[in-house]
């Protein structure tokens, strides 16, 4: 098995951040689609990027401006029970780091190539709407 692994600089504080990372008003603001539900250990959040794709994070873990691990329960193709944890740390020059992993992938996983590059996309949506303020 294997796992993506991103990441993005972002200057902004860490407060701005965890908030568009964990508040829902703050993520449809960034986010494609719509979002639905709330994050919070064993809460739902679904998240349907286009009319006919729908994703379902339960969150397992939740380590306030730190931490979020969520998994997939409901998505298309290979998705359910997928780990996505999101880490936030401070940089030293200033702002902050964020690591974003995706676990349990197939190598022969059509849809790896797919997620691989939205994720890209997502942080830096999440980047530009930090920095925005």
């Known amino acids: 098995m294997n796992t993506l692994h991103h990441a993005v600089k972002i200057s902004a504080s ?10 829902i008003g703050e993520m449809e603001a960034w986010h494609e689609g719509s979002v639905e539900g709330d994050i919070a250990p064993g809460l739902i959040l679904t998240l349907k990027p286009k009319a006919d794709i729908q994703f379902s994070w339960r969150t397992d873990k ?3 401006q730190t931490l979020l691990v969520q998994t997939c329960i409901e998505g298309p193709g290979t998705s359910p029970g997928k780990v996505l944890t ?3 740390s401070d940089l030293e020059e200033g702002g ?10 197939q190598l022969n ?14 942080l830096f949506r999440l980047k530009t709407h930090a920095e925005k303020g």
Request: contains cysteine; proline residues 8%; glycine residues 4%.
């Open 86 to 88: 999101f880490s936030v």
């Open 109 to 122: 996983d059509p849809h790896l190539p797919f997620c691989n590059t939205y994720w890209g996309e997502v």
């Open 96 to 105: 902050v780091l964020v690591q974003l992993s995706d676990g349990e992938w």
């Open 14 to 23: 860490r407060d701005v951040v965890w908030r568009a990372l964990s508040n």
């Open 62 to 64: 939740v380590e306030p």
